[in-house]
């Protein structure tokens, strides 16, 4: 992950929104060297498309579902290494899915509650902070 390829104009934009990206391509794909490569596509493509903008608030659910649309796409297309998708893909799946609460997210992901809870409180937690800075 390396902002020196990124344009002046848009440097904010990366360091708002890089982590967030490249953190959920990593969840998808197996290794670090095709996970630098897809971030290297996926961030122009985003602003070409105006996913994230300038100036701009982000929605966190097209951003997200940008992410793994994006990153299955070059993993089909490349025959790139995939991680375990149903495990992996759940934090995407919950933020995807617009959920207010754990329980919310608990049923959509058809966990129990004390499972989300435990497994999934400090990245919701992250997903939901992130939605309301922007």
């Not at 344009?7 to 290794?31: F, H, M, Q, R, T």
């Not at 149903?86 to 207010?100: G, H, P, T, W, Y």
């Amino acid at each position: 992950m390396n902002s020196s390829r990124v344009p002046k104009s848009y440097e904010s934009l990366y360091d708002k929104y890089a982590s967030i990206i490249y953190g959920n391509i990593c969840k998808v794909v197996d290794d670090k060297r095709s996970a630098d490569k897809i971030f290297r596509e996926i961030f122009p493509e985003m602003i070409r498309k105006k996913i994230i903008e300038r100036g701009k608030p982000v929605n966190i659910a097209i951003l997200l579902r940008f992410i793994y649309s994006f990153t299955s796409a070059r993993i089909s297309k490349n025959n790139t290494a995939q991680k375990d998708s149903e495990q992996k893909m759940s934090v995407i799946k919950l933020a995807c899915s617009d959920c207010s609460s754990l329980q919310q997210a608990a049923q959509r992901l058809g966990i129990a509650n004390h499972e989300a809870a435990k497994n999934l409180y400090y990245e919701f937690a992250a997903f939901k902070n992130q939605a309301s800075a922007v």
